[in-house]
């Protein structure tokens, strides 16, 4: 593994900034400065407790718990500030790029930490990640706040600025730092009557307003469209890297104007159902806080580790979490479909079709994740003849390169003719040098993008932060929406019917970027690994499943 010569350090003060201006007056955002005093802690924020006095048990019409401070909690948005892995990869980072820590706790910590980052900056000091890991160091003054996650006064205080825009991405989002508690203002998608504005006033400080603009896709693309600059061992610039650009994809396909983010991961309560338990006033169209997305593995790994991670959330809150995100993937994600197969020669040809049903990339957003098709040919026996893409119980896909040796990966396949070939929807970074590499700060360009398509994406159009990278550009089947693989396989003298089993599968960290945390002597690195390790072979999970015989 490279590491950066600490000795060298030219132009690392402004290696990670992005082009976006300084905030403006009043206003903290990513790329600023605040303008608060040193040594005195302003109070722009509270903890999600005071919240859930109220915005607890509210109950569907149809007798389930929607309420939102529960849901909350055990999601990846609430535990954002105890994420193990993101806990890990801070601290490789950092050893990999010495000179450039306080450039890393700051972006690290704008979109984990938002409160604890936004009340460092408005004080005019250094943000920082290491002292608010739980269970490591004793601790800084925003260790309350930073334990908070994506916090319900983070999101709800978030401006109608620059957001969609370049300068808004990357944690650009702006919240108020002048207005002082008390008199501060809580977004929300519903007008709120006199006397309850004077309710919330009163138990949280904050005055409810409404405002369409935390229901946009653009709201969310704050922190989930993500840049990051390459560094080379002497510190110099190397690239600029899409890290993440789910908002930027889901822009180039068919869904604007027909979905946006919320439907699909704030899922909406079906009928009428209060968003408070006091002075309940029932409403329609509320949004469920559970924040469903792909990440099963990390719920469960917080839940077995709850209390060396100081995870607040209850069991059973992170097993309904941990359930709804494979629910969502086995339904909403992908569909399979086996066809044309024909026997000619000894040969036995059939077409895989897999359909992205997401309206970003599938996998999307961080690169640690990634879905493959597993396919298995048996004879009349049940002999299995073939079979590629095979999950290990050590997280591996059996014959993966790239799990095999971190220099190597799979290319993208139009057609596979041998076990050792597996088709596998990911992105892979390469360094200054064009080596392969899991470091963010390493990764200059992708050297493979071949990730599924959103219905509606033109490869040959995308822009060069969304764009198809690798053999996946010159694949006529590689489309918006779908890719179809052909499988052509040797069954000699083998007996028919032949019974072909398509599966997709997806892991929210693949076996190499855990791995690769391996070569980092860190407290943070051990305490991931472990946790990977002895949770390995559930680490992924099946989205789809298709089947086809030819007699």
Known sequence: ???????????????????APLATTGAVSAQGTGTGNPGSIPSFFHTADQCMACHNQLTAQDGSDVSIGYNWRSSMMGNAGRDPYWMAAVRRESLDHPAAVDLIEDKCTVCHLPMARTTSVAMGEQPRAFENFPGFGAGGPHTVLAQDGVSCTACHQIQDEKLGEREGF????????????????????FDVDVGR??????????????????????????????????????????????EQA???????????????????????????VSVTGVLPNPRTEVNQHIFKGGNFLMPRILNKHRA??????????????????????????????????????????????????????????????????HVAIQD??????????????????????NDEDGSRFEPHYQEITDPDQVQIYEDIMVDYAGEVTTGLLWG??????????PRGFDKGTASSDVAVHGAAERDPDFVGGSDRVRYSVDVGSAESPFRVV?????????YRWAMNLSEYDTQESAQFLSFFNEMSSSSGALLARAEGTLR
């Open 444 to 453: 200059a360009r992708y050297i493979k993008d071949n990730r599924l398509l």
């Open 502 to 510: 398509a599966e997709l599968w997806y892991q929210p960290i693949g």
């Open 170 to 189: 990357t944690g650009g989002y702006v919240i108020d730092v002048t207005t002082p508690m008390g008199s501060r203002t809580a977004f929300g998608p």
């Open 380 to 401: 009349a026996r049940g002999r299995t003849l073939f079979e590629s893409g095979a999950f290990q119980p050590n997280g591996e896909i059996l014959e993966n390169d």
């Open 246 to 272: 789910p908002y930027l994809e889901w822009l180039h396909s068919d869904y604007p104007g027909e979905k946006t983010c919320q439907p699909c991961h704030m899922p909406i309560v079906e009928g009428e």
């Open 1 to 19: 593994m490279k590491r950066a010569n600490p000795s060298n350090r030219p132009a690392l003060t402004a290696l990670l900034l992005l082009a």
């Open 197 to 242: 504005s004077r309710v919330m006033r009163s138990a949280s400080e904050f005055d409810p307003q409404k405002a369409s603009h935390i229901q946009s896709a653009a709201f969310c693309a704050n922190c989930h469209t993500l840049f990051t600059h390459a560094l080379d061992p002497d510190g110099n610039e190397a690239g600029e890297l899409p």
């Open 308 to 373: 060396q991670m100081a995870v607040r959330a209850l069991p059973q809150e992170l097993d309904r979490t941990a359930r709804a995100a494979e629910e969502n993937l086995a339904k909403n994600t992908a569909t399979l479909k086996v066809s044309q197969l024909s026997l000619g020669d000894g040969r036995l040809d059939v077409d895989v079709e897999v359909t992205n049903l997401a309206g970003h990339k599938l996998p999307s957003a961080y690169p640690s994740r990634r879905a493959w098709l």
